[in-house]
């Protein structure tokens, strides 16, 4: 069955050190990959994606991710972490155009000052 | 602007009642989904439909029902055989032939 699982479901991290948070997908064909951050009590917001343009994907506040096909591994990294950065993060995955869009477990960062 | 709307942001039903929730966009997008979000869980696909009049089970759609009348809106339905109704519930939505998805803020369910 198609799955995405991220390693860690709570990742703590100071605050100016580096994050990053683990996914892998269980395909061997190249899907479309997203990572998503929610805040409390609010819904989704897209932070990157990845659509074959580019294995290196650049996203919203610092965020970035490399696709490997090789490790079935999208993980995604920030250089330095804020304290606003704390959140939870997920990873989906879409296996075809308009198909389900499949979320992992998600992680939940925290930051210390 | 454009985007998604779920209400009410909080929902309490008493156990054995019907409850729907709203979803409506104005994105013109074709797809619409409402996914489940439980602690621990993630998010687990309930219901989503790729063009008017026609939807598909998720993962987890016993004791929920959807419409899809209009391009616009997709409300679900959680009927009183859902045994757990309490939890948070996101809608999102999506062009067919493209890939970004995008979620309303939630309605919080709580049966009492």
Redesign the interface.
């Known amino acids: 069955a198609q799955s995405v699982t991220q390693l860690g479901s709570h990742v703590s991290v100071s605050e100016g050190a580096l994050v990053l948070l683990r996914c892998n997908y269980s395909s061997s064909v190249p899907p479309y990959l997203f990572w998503y951050v929610q805040y409390p009590n609010q819904g989704l917001q897209l932070l990157l994606k990845y659509t074959s343009a580019a294995t290196l994907v650049k996203g919203i506040n610092g965020f970035e991710a490399e696709f490997k096909k090789s490790e079935t591994s999208f993980h995604l990294t920030k250089p330095s972490a804020h304290m606003s950065d704390a959140a939870e993060y997920f990873c989906a995955v879409l296996y075809n155009q308009g198909g389900k869009l499949i979320f992992g477990q998600g992680t939940e960062l925290s930051v210390k000052p | 602007d454009g985007g998604?709307t779920?209400s009410p942001k909080y929902l309490f039903r008493k156990e054995g009642q019907n409850v729907t929730l709203s979803c409506e966009q104005n994105l013109n997008h074709?797809?619409m989904?409402w996914?489940r979000q439980d602690p621990?869980?993630?998010?687990?696909?309930i219901y989503?439909s790729?063009i008017v009049n026609d939807f598909q089970k998720?993962d987890i759609a016993e004791g929920y029902s959807v419409s899809r009348e209009k391009k616009e809106s997709f409300p679900l339905t959680v009927t009183s055989a859902q045994k757990n109704p309490t939890a948070?519930y996101?809608c999102?939505s999506?062009i067919?032939?493209?890939?970004?998805?995008?979620?309303?803020?939630?309605t919080?369910l709580t049966v009492v």
């Open positions: 998604i779920q074709d797809a989904y996914y621990g869980q993630g998010l687990r696909l989503y790729q998720g948070f996101l999102a999506s067919v032939r493209d890939t970004e998805a995008f979620f309303g803020q939630g919080r």
